[in-house]
C-alpha cells in the first residue's frame, strides 16, 4: 500500500478495502448517492452510474453500468473502477460476489432515518477523501431541515397519514425505521404506523382502515412500474368510506418518498406546501 491508497475496513462485507486516497473512477449506483457527489462537487470522479441517477442529475458523459439489480461485470471491466459505491438490502448479493472477484466495492447501509442520510453523505466524503465538502453538503441540509421544521404547522391535531410504497408491483407500508417516516413529521403530519418496528412493513388494509388517516400518500414508479391510481383506489375501497387528501407521489426530483439524496428535502417542503396537506392540518 502506497501513500496514495489507503485501507478502508467495510463493515457489513466484514473486510478491507483497498483504493485511492481520492478516487476518480467511481462507479455509484444509488442514485440518492449520485446526486449528493454532484452537490459535492465530485462529477468529475465519477465514471459510471445506474439508469436511475439521470432522474436527479445530468448523467451526460457517464457510462450506465445497469440498474438497481443487473449490472454487467465486462462493462464494470471497462470501466475499470477505483471505488463501486451500493447500498445494502438487495445489492448485498451483488457486493458480495464483486468483493469475491476483489472488486474495490464499498457498502453503505440502508438509512433508516433522515439522519442516517446525513451520515452516508459524510461516509461518502470520508470514503472520496473530501470531508470539507461532506460537511458544507450536511450542514446545508441541516438548516434546511431546522427551517421545516419552524415551516410546518402541525398545531394541536396534526394530520395522520398512510404512506403506501409499491416498489415494482408489491406495496409496502412505512413503519417507524423508515426515512419517510421523517418526511411525513418534517411536513408537519403524524405516520400512523410510525409505532411499528419495521421500515417498511407488508401491506395491512385492515390497519389502515382503522386509523382512517386524513391523508393517503401514494408512491410507484410510473415508468418502470406504472399504477392505475382509479384502480387502486377502487382495489381498496376506500372512496366514500372516510374522508381523505390523496396525494400521489412519483420518481420526480423533490416528489420521491423513498429517494434518499438531498433533495428529500425538497420532497419534505413539497409535501409542507401540498394543498391537500394544508387542507387536512386545517380539517
Not at 478491507?16 to 462507479?27: D, M
Not at 397519514?161 to 408491483?169: I, P, S
Not at 418502470?224 to 376506500?238: A, K, T
Amino acid at each position: 500500500m502506497s501513500d496514495s491508497t489507503r485501507l478502508i475496513r467495510c463493515e457489513i462485507l466484514d473486510r478491507q478495502i483497498e483504493f485511492p486516497s481520492r478516487p476518480q473512477r467511481v462507479v455509484c449506483l444509488v442514485a440518492g448517492w449520485t446526486e449528493a457527489l454532484w452537490q459535492m462537487g465530485l462529477q468529475d470522479s465519477v465514471v459510471g452510474v445506474s439508469k436511475y441517477c439521470q432522474r436527479y442529475v445530468d448523467t451526460a458523459g457517464k457510462v450506465v453500468a445497469g440498474d438497481y439489480l443487473r449490472v454487467d461485470d465486462a462493462m464494470l471491466d471497462r470501466l475499470n473502477p477505483d471505488l463501486i459505491l451500493v447500498t445494502g438490502g438487495v445489492q448485498l448479493g451483488l457486493a458480495r460476489r464483486w468483493a469475491k472477484q476483489g472488486r474495490p466495492v464499498f457498502v453503505l447501509p440502508l438509512p433508516d432515518g433522515m439522519a442516517g442520510i446525513l451520515e452516508n453523505i459524510r461516509r461518502l466524503g470520508a470514503l472520496m477523501g473530501e470531508m470539507a465538502a461532506a460537511h458544507h453538503l450536511t450542514e446545508q441540509m441541516d438548516d434546511q431541515i431546522a427551517q421545516l421544521g419552524r415551516g410546518s404547522t402541525g398545531g394541536d391535531k396534526p394530520p395522520q397519514v398512510y404512506a403506501e410504497l409499491w416498489f415494482g408491483r408489491h406495496p409496502r407500508m412505512a413503519g417507524g425505521l423508515t426515512f419517510v417516516h421523517d418526511i411525513v413529521r418534517l411536513a408537519g403530519g403524524m405516520n400512523i404506523l410510525g409505532e411499528l418496528a419495521e421500515g417498511y412493513p407488508r401491506l395491512d388494509v385492515a390497519a389502515v382502515e382503522r386509523h382512517r388517516p386524513d391523508v393517503v400518500l401514494l408512491f410507484h414508479e410510473a415508468d418502470d412500474h406504472p399504477l392505475d391510481v382509479d384502480e387502486w383506489m377502487q382495489e381498496r375501497g376506500w372512496a366514500g368510506r372516510w374522508k381523505f387528501q390523496l396525494i400521489a407521489c412519483g420518481i420526480e426530483p423533490g416528489r420521491n418518498l423513498i429517494h434518499d439524496g438531498p433533495s428529500i428535502l425538497d420532497t419534505v417542503a413539497w409535501l409542507q406546501n401540498h394543498p391537500s396537506f394544508i387542507a387536512s392540518e386545517n380539517t
